[in-house]
């Protein structure tokens, strides 16, 4: 389950990060990881290690694209690879994977900004985050370096539990604890996806809004 940020928003906003074409750079990466994924799953008996080189490989693609077109061409990238009762978590950026069940909700990945850092220092509250004027601004995003570092993450699953992921365009304009409520009491799927972009919508709408619900059985 690759998502990687587009430059072709639901609804549109400010451009992320001074990057150009993402819906083409989202596209490549996407494509790349699947790739990847579909190909070395037979020879990589590790899932952590085979993500990794996966969105390592996108990183290369995108990259090459930009240099071809003279772009800035950058997008975020989030990759959970399911397998056992285990997710195998690979990310890039600000796009979150969070981890749903009972009463809880974790977000698993860490988000690659300014704001992010700032939060960490005790320098900002989430909150406050949520509407500083560069929550636009990542130090880290595939296609813009040669090499890339990619932090990946190993989450047990349960039965019952949910898999959200999810762009900055929702997060942002959604708290936690609705996601929680929605993804926890709406049993389709879709629709649970498509209350998360109305609401997200509803609130402002400023980014490109997807989200990505898996359940666990």
Same mark, same amino acid.
Request: net charge positive.
């Given at each position: 389950?690759?998502y990687?940020?587009?430059?072709?928003?639901? #609804?549109r906003?400010? #451009?992320?990060?001074?990057?150009d074409?993402?819906?083409?750079? @989202?596209?490549?990466?996407v494509?790349?990881?699947c790739? /990847?994924?579909?190909?070395? &799953?037979?020879?990589?008996n590790d899932?952590? @290690?085979?993500?990794?080189?996966?969105?390592r490989?996108?990183?290369?693609?995108?990259?090459?694209?930009? %240099?071809?077109?003279r @772009?800035?061409m950058?997008? $975020?990238?989030?990759v959970?690879?399911?397998?056992d009762? $285990?997710?195998? *978590? &690979?990310?890039v950026?600000? @796009?979150?994977?969070?981890?749903?069940?009972?009463?809880? *909700?974790?977000?698993?990945t860490?988000?690659?900004?300014?704001?992010?850092?700032?939060?960490?220092?005790?320098?900002?509250t989430? /909150?406050? &985050?949520?509407?500083?004027?560069?929550?636009?601004?990542?130090?880290?995003?595939v296609? $813009?370096d040669? %090499?890339i570092?990619?932090? %990946?993450?190993?989450?047990?699953?349960?039965?019952?539990?949910?898999?959200?992921?999810?762009t900055?365009?929702?997060?942002?304009?959604? $708290?936690?604890?609705?996601i929680?409520? *929605?993804?926890?009491?709406?049993?389709?799927l879709?629709k649970?996806?498509?209350?998360?972009?109305?609401?997200?919508?509803?609130?402002?709408?400023?980014?490109?809004?997807t989200?990505?619900?898996?359940?666990?059985?």
């Open positions: 389950m690759p990687a940020r587009k430059g072709n928003p639901l #609804r906003g400010r #451009r992320y990060g001074g990057h074409a993402g819906e083409v750079a @989202s596209r490549i990466a494509e790349t990881v790739q /990847e994924v579909r190909e070395g &799953a037979e020879r990589n899932p952590l @290690s085979l993500i990794e080189h996966a969105v490989q996108a990183n290369t693609a995108v990259k090459q694209e930009g %240099t071809n077109r @772009s800035n950058g997008t $975020t990238l989030s959970a690879f399911v397998a009762h $285990t997710a195998y *978590i &690979a990310n950026g600000d @796009s979150r994977v969070y981890w749903i069940e009972n009463g809880s *909700i974790t977000q698993i860490e988000d690659h900004s300014l704001v992010a850092k700032l939060v960490a220092a005790g320098k900002l989430r /909150e406050e &985050a949520r509407n500083h004027p560069k929550s636009n601004l990542l130090y880290r995003t296609g $813009t040669d %090499t570092k990619v932090d %990946t993450f190993r989450v047990g699953l349960k039965k019952g539990g949910n898999i959200l992921l999810c900055d365009g929702l997060w942002g304009e959604v $708290t936690d604890q609705n929680h409520q *929605i993804c926890a009491t709406e049993t389709n879709k649970a996806c498509a209350r998360l972009v109305k609401i997200a919508n509803n609130n402002g709408g400023q980014d490109n809004i989200a990505i619900v898996v359940k666990v059985v």
